[in-house]
């Protein structure tokens, strides 16, 4: 028992009750700040919404449009530049292509110019002959290292892809047969590929 005629029991439901009283606009307050927040979030939400569908449907197709046009024009553009510059390239490659084969002939070009001179100043026919072997041996040699290369016909066999049979020579024998005797025009081939058959005789 307590002063003013209060028991514990009683004492104790009363400070319950307060607590309860001073907990309750606290809650009160929070769901309320709850409802608060999700209100406004619907609303944002709602105008979003109506932002959208008060968007003109042709308006949204022809911005669609305009970017569409925007990269096609851009594609457009893009293209006919790497046009205009293969064009470019591929002028400059028919025009100058053979500069690297004509440079690497032009000291034979030179050897021949002064064989001629000197052939003007001898009448022994050994020098000239010497002077053109050396000249015909040295454009070979820059034509090797430009890629050309002749095409074998001593001893071989008529092949359809190297040679051009341009006579065909009866009673050779068996071992003869189908066997170049004679290379009338000497076939070269530009790395493996053939610029021109050899013209040869085959034995029948």
């Known amino acids: ?7 514990m029991e009683e004492k104790i439901n009363i400070t319950d ?4 009283e001073k907990e309750k606009p606290v809650a009160e307050n929070a769901a309320e700040n709850t ?5 406004e979030n619907t609303a944002e939400e709602s105008t979003d919404k109506e932002q959208e569908e008060e968007k003109d449907p042709l308006t949204v197709a022809n911005e669609q449009i305009e970017e569409l046009k ?7 553009a893009e293209f006919d530049n790497y046009r205009k510059r293969t064009l470019k390239e ?7 292509g053979g500069e690297k084969a004509i440079t690497a002939i032009l000291p034979v070009l030179d ?14 026919p050994q020098v000239l002959r010497e002077g ?3 000249i015909f041996a040295k454009l070979q040699k ?3 290292g430009l890629g050309v290369s002749i095409i074998e016909t001593a001893d071989a066999d008529f092949n359809t892809d190297v040679h051009e049979a341009i006579a065909m020579v009866p009673g050779m024998g068996d071992d003869k047969k189908g066997k170049v005797l004679d290379c009338v025009q000497t076939g070269y081939k530009l790395n493996d590929k053939v610029i021109r058959h050899a013209k040869v005789a085959v034995g029948q």
């Open 1 to 7: 028992t307590i002063n003013n005629g209060t028991t």
């Open 17 to 20: 009750e307060e607590t309860l």
């Open 35 to 39: 409802e608060t927040e999700d209100t």
């Open 70 to 76: 925007d990269k096609y024009l851009r594609t457009v």
């Open 90 to 96: 591929k002028t400059e490659l028919i025009l100058n």
């Open 111 to 124: 050897d021949m110019e002064r064989a001629i001179a000197n052939g003007k100043k001898t009448d022994d």
């Open 132 to 134: 053109i072997e050396l």
């Open 142 to 144: 820059t034509l090797e």
